[in-house]
């Protein structure tokens, strides 16, 4: 395993100084699962819910905290996103409903972070909209699904690939 690049050689955190790096595209794409009664899913799926469109409002609530995973990840860069997607899947199966989200950018540094930050603050609204209705709301599985770009490559949960 490489050394852990946000410790100095005194094992104090630091930001990684990424000004000699050279820009690249860089992408992410991450997931979450949010488990729920069927009540809940369907409820969901025929907009029965007070707090309203709760597809719509997680998909938004990703895409802000993409763009402010520096102020909530400390030694996180601030990022100039160029795409935040988000997506929302109704998933009878679970039942439940799966997060997935692509960052990309041009860039010096990864968007690993935004994009699993993204996954989870969309994942965690879905709670927040259905809670009244179903208190055993279960978030899993947030993981980074992809990522490309930068001196690691291209490597993906399914096995590396470059």
């Known amino acids: 395993m490489n050394e852990l690049s946000h410790l100095d050689d005194r094992g104090q955190a630091r ?25 809940t ?7 029965r819910l007070p707090k309203g469109d709760v597809a719509a ?12 995973t520096h102020e909530l990840i400390p030694l996180c860069h601030s990022l100039s996103l160029s795409y935040a997607g988000v997506e929302i899947e109704a998933d009878e199966g679970l039942p439940g409903v799966h997060v997935t989200t692509e960052m990309r950018l041009v860039g010096r540094t990864g968007v690993e972070m935004e994009a699993l930050v ?16 179903d208190r055993g709301i279960e978030v899993t599985g947030v993981r980074l699904l992809e990522k490309r770009g930068g001196a690691s490559g291209h490597w993906r949960r399914d096995g590396e690939v470059s």
């Open 15 to 39: 930001m990684v100084d990424v000004a000699a790096k050279p820009e690249t595209e860089r992408v992410a794409r991450a997931e979450a699962s949010v488990i729920m009664a069927p009540e």
């Open 57 to 68: 409002t997680a998909r938004l609530a990703g895409i802000m905290a993409a763009k402010r």
């Open 118 to 133: 993204a996954a989870s603050v969309a994942a965690l609204t879905i709670y927040d909209m259905c809670k009244a209705i």
């Open 41 to 47: 899913l369907d409820a969901i799926l025929e907009a």
